[in-house]
């Protein structure tokens, strides 16, 4: 309805929506807040609102207090841009119940084109979306088409489904997307309930699904509904329950068990198995139509197999006896299960005659009773032997046991019986356990083999095992204990191995000396191979002189004793004397009885070696080890003395020591006069060199110097040298000479002399010894020279700042006409004064420069104030208080006179607080400020100042003790007194 209205037009069409069974609503456009102009009367019968009560508001009354809706924005919009909407909104009626518009909005245009009103149709689908949504909730997908294969619905289920996505949206035509879907079944079902109005119905493979499905389709007024779902499971299951049937029935028909059927309700017979028949002679024309009670030969066995079927109890072996055809009774076990056949409830029996087994189980008790009597006598007789006896099945588990376990494993006979004797083996000889056991299952033949058990206390046994397997698949077995033994055997071989094995030479000798056996050890170190020892006498290898000491060593081991380890010479065979360490052993049978000795004799040629190699070793190491004490005498001396004699005297006696030199000096060179010049000596006995200077350049220290190379001279006749220099070194004996030059920083400092009575030992590596600690005097001697050069230059430095802050203090009182002298005067007796407080020696410098700076913030106060020669006026004591404060903004950027800052900023401050400038009371104040304050009132008490004379010093004092307490710091005061006394 999108043509040209008049108001008139507009008029006319209310007749018509008056009687119209949807709700109408006309809005004005034109006015502001589009208010209504018209409802009809299904609009009130829809909302409850009566038309008079609405006309002139706009609608948004029906959303209530619902304004948050994305479908409002969207209608507003629409209103705004006069443009056609179909949309949906949650609307509340007049007695406040909710339902769902489906508003449709059509814009109504004058003869000019232009929008004058909105007419809307409101419809409730409160119920259609509802439906929709349960619809929505089915699992399985659900799709409704016109009677043009337009898809007018589709729920969750389809839409989530990934081969019917393309036709899962509503307006989609089906045989336009998919023109496949024609020739299916489902699409044949479907046009047949839409044909014919009645529901069809179709199972078919949808190779798009790659499932089996079921459709069923529904004829609706508009079209038809179809309903798609998943059967793959079930007609998987139906195939599978076919096939079990089959198989059933093969089994059945092919079974050796007898098998019958027959109905839960009346117990009549439905089939029997040919071995059933076989059992009972019956054919099965006779069974069918017959009940199962004249089968069994107990009616109450009937009654009983009913009520356990019905109390839900399994059925298994259970014993019943019944009757074949020719009427004898017979026994049998049955196993019954209840299943459904054609629909009804079935029991399915199966039969096993058990008449055969119950004679056989008859006559087997009463031969096992005679086994078991004859077992118990054979029992008897075994628990007698002192060797564990016993059986073992195929299974490897203890089927009888003699007594004798209690004995040899600490267990009873009853606790190994049933157990695995695996469980008993010891970890490390179950492998080669299980091999001998399969050995045994191989041969039916005696086996003989030997394996450790752990026994109850945790203690291990050997035993030597005899068995054998017999025809009955059991192993017949006889353990006998061999722990000793085998200990015995082991240390007898340990020993033997021992002996091969050893480089030392290990002889066993009979009591008079004569070769018995000769390791592989003696070979080597002799040189004899034991055939040609054995037998022979052990004094061949015996030098001549020491004969007497082997007959000795041999008759002490005659009689038993022990002679340790001692160290003696013996022969090799070609006659070389070979250094032994030797030690000797008597031999004792069973009985305590000395039969032989044995001789071990350990060549220590090369130990004695080694000995006087680690003894030189350790003469090196201590040569090593003095050097590098010598070192840290050095360092320790460069650091914890700035003294440089102190520190060049542990260097020389160092140097005189590690190079083992008769005297040394040290020479340091003076840059200015480009002299060396002796600072220490050692070891001179007549003289000493000091005193003497030599040039750069000349004698050999000069040239050492000049060319920092070291020099060695092992002889110095002929070496050109002062008369003096000469003189004494002949008068101490000194011909060997030595230097090397100290160098540090690539500057020559000055030159160590090293001189001896005789030549240097050029292997001895002392000349590198030499110029290690050369390097190490070195490194002290300028050590000291930078700290006294850094020394001097800070002692410059802060004489400089003292000066200029004097030289502030000068100006400041000669601006301020104080008396001549008053700041120096101050600051004595301030750092007296603070001295005589406790104050730290470090602190007394800042005290010093903060009085002598104590008025400094005058230099911010106007002459005309500070020159004043009258009473100042309030306004200009409020300027004049000011200077501490100027004070502290004028030195505060000079770093080091940040510490000094207390006497100029609170020397003013009072004792009871009424000072200024930060009013600050008792302890609050600075200590060297509150003795600042003293001393500063009485100098200026006790001197000549323009507008007064001096007071005597009396009065001044008895003035300060007046104001203790109010103006000054009372402590303070009595310590000043005390000083001044």
């Known amino acids: 309805m999108d043509g040209r209205f008049t108001d008139g037009d507009i008029t006319a069409l209310i007749p018509g929506l008056d009687v119209g069974l949807v709700a109408a609503v006309i809005v004005d456009v034109r006015q502001d807040d589009t208010p209504l102009v018209y409802v009809n009367p299904a609009f009130e019968t829809l909302t409850g609102y009566p038309a008079a ?103 969750a289920a389809a839409a989530g489904t990934a081969g019917l996505a393309p036709i899962a949206r509503v307006g989609q035509e089906l045989l336009s997307t998919l023109p496949e879907a024609a020739g299916t079944l489902a699409f044949q079902a479907a046009r047949r309930a839409l044909e014919t109005g009645v529901n069809q119905k179709v199972t078919t493979y949808s190779r798009r699904l790659n499932r089996d499905m079921e459709t069923i389709a529904y004829p609706t007024e508009d079209g038809v509904a179809v309903l798609l779902r998943d059967v793959t499971a079930e007609r998987q299951a139906l195939l599978d329950l076919q096939a079990s049937q089959e198989r059933f029935q093969k089994i059945f028909q092919a079974s050796p068990l007898a098998i019958i059927m027959t109905r839960l309700t009346d117990g009549k017979f439905v089939d029997a198995n040919p071995a059933f028949l076989r059992l009972t002679g019956y054919d099965l024309e006779d069974l069918i139509g017959i009940t199962s009670l004249e089968l069994w030969a107990n009616p109450a066995d009937q009654a009983a197999l009913l009520q356990m079927i019905r109390e839900g109890r399994s059925i298994v072996d259970h014993h019943v006896t019944y009757r074949v055809r020719s009427g004898d009774i017979s026994e049998a076990t049955i196993a019954v299960v209840v299943v459904e056949i054609a629909g009804e409830p079935c029991i399915v029996t199966l039969l096993r005659d058990i008449r055969d087994e119950r004679l056989a189980q008859r006559r087997l008790e009463a031969s096992e ?25 195929a299974q490897g588990c203890f089927v009888r046991v003699n007594a004798a376990s209690q004995r040899l494993l600490g267990y009873p006979p009853e606790a190994l019986i049933g157990r695995a004797y695996l469980d008993f083996v010891h970890p490390d000889d179950r492998k080669r356990s299980i091999e001998g056991a399969a050995t045994l299952q191989a041969v039916q033949e005696l086996t003989t083999f030997q ?65 018995r056996s000769w390791n592989g050890g003696a070979e080597l170190m002799y040189g ?26 041999l008759a002490r081991a005659a009689r038993g004793e022990y002679t340790p380890a001692i160290e003696t010479t013996r022969l090799s065979r070609t006659g070389i004397r070979i250094p032994v360490q030797l030690s000797i052993a008597p031999i ?43 070192l840290r005498e050095i360092e320790q001396a460069i650091a914890s003395s700035l003294d440089l004699t102190v520190t060049l005297g542990v260097v020389l006696d160092n140097v005189r020591h590690q190079v083992m030199a008769d005297a040394v000096t040290v020479l340091l060179l003076d840059p200015h006069q480009l002299t060396l010049n002796y600072a220490g000596t ?88 030499l110029q290690t600690l050369a390097g190490q005097a070195a490194i002290a001697v300028d050590n000291a020279q930078l700290f006294l050069d850094l020394e001097r230059g800070n002692f410059d430095l802060n004489l400089a700042y003292q000066e200029t802050i004097e030289g502030w203090a000068r100006a400041l009182d000669l601006r301020d006409h104080e008396t001549e002298g008053h700041s120096r005067r101050v600051t004595e007796q301030t750092v007296e004064l603070c001295r005589a407080l406790g104050v730290s020696s470090e ?26 020669p009258g009473p100042l006026t309030d306004d200009e004591w409020v300027q004049m208080r000011r200077h501490p404060g100027y004070a502290v903004e004028l030195l505060t950027p000079i770093q080091f006179l940040r510490p000094a800052l207390d006497i100029p900023h609170h020397h003013h401050e009072k004792w009871d607080g009424s000072g200024y400038p930060a009013g600050l009371k008792g302890s609050a104040i600075p200590l060297t400020a509150r003795a600042f304050a003293v001393v500063d009132v009485y100098d200026a008490l006790t001197n000549d100042r323009p507008y007064r004379a001096a007071w ?6 008895a003035h300060l003790q007046a104001q203790a307490g109010t103006h000054f710091d009372p402590a303070v005061v009595q310590v000043f007194l005390t000083l001044l006394s």
């Open 682 to 769: 050692r070891g001179f006995v007549t003289a000493s060199p000091q005193g003497h200077a030599v040039r750069l350049g000349e004698e050999v220290a000069g040239r050492v110097a000049l060319t920092r190379q070291p020099v060695v001279l092992d002889d110095l006749r002929g070496i050109p040298m002062t008369l003096e220099w000469q003189g004494l070194l002949e008068r101490e004996g000194l011909s060997a000479y030595a230097a090397v030059p100290l160098i540090a920083r690539g500057r020559v400092l000055g030159v160590i002399e090293v001189l001896s009575h005789h030549p240097f030992d050029a292997g001895s590596g002392w000349l590198e010894i």
């Open 952 to 957: 005597p010093r009396e009065r001044a004092l």
């Open 369 to 393: 009773q005679q086994a078991r009597h004859s077992a118990e006598e054979l029992q008897r007789t075994l628990n007698l032997s002192l060797d564990l006896i016993t059986t073992i099945d």
């Open 843 to 868: 602190h007394l410098v800042h005290v010093r420069r903060g009085a002598l700076l104590h008025d400094i913030g005058k230099m911010g106060i106007a002459d005309a104030i500070l020159l004043k």
């Open 53 to 155: 009560t609405v006309l002139g508001q706009n609608c948004r009354f029906l959303q209530a207090t619902d304004r948050d809706q994305p479908s409002r924005l969207a209608l507003r919009r629409a209103v705004e841009a006069r443009q056609p909407l179909t949309a949906t909104i949650r609307n509340y009626r007049r007695d406040g119940s909710a339902f769902l518009n489906e508003l449709t909005l059509t814009p109504l245009r004058d003869a000019a084109d232009t929008v004058t009103h909105m007419l809307g149709f409101l419809t409730d689908v409160t119920a259609t979306r509802r439906f929709e949504a349960l619809l929505n909730r089915i699992p399985d997908p659900l799709l409704a088409f016109d009677r043009e294969w337009v898809t007018t619905f589709a729920n």
């Open 451 to 515: 394996n450790r058990y752990v026994r109850r206390d945790g203690s291990v046994i050997w035993l030597d095992w005899t068995s054998v397997r017999l025809p009955d698949g059991l192993i017949y077995a006889i353990a006998r204990d061999v722990t000793e033994r085998r200990a015995v055997t082991e240390d007898l071989a340990f020993l033997a191995a021992i002996v091969r094995a050893s480089t030392d030479a290990i002889i066993g000798l009979t009591l008079d000396g004569t070769v």
């Open 528 to 553: 004899y191979p034991a055939a040609d020892m054995l037998g022979r006498k052990i004094t061949e290898i015996v030098p001549p002189e020491l004969l007497s000491e082997e007959q000795q060593l």
């Open 588 to 630: 004792f049978d069973s009985e305590g009885t000395v039969v032989g000795m044995s001789k071990i004799a350990q060549d220590i040629s090369g130990r004695r070696e080694s000995e006087r190699q680690i003894l030189q070793l350790n003469a090196r190491l201590q040569r090593q080890l003095e050097h590098l004490t010598a």
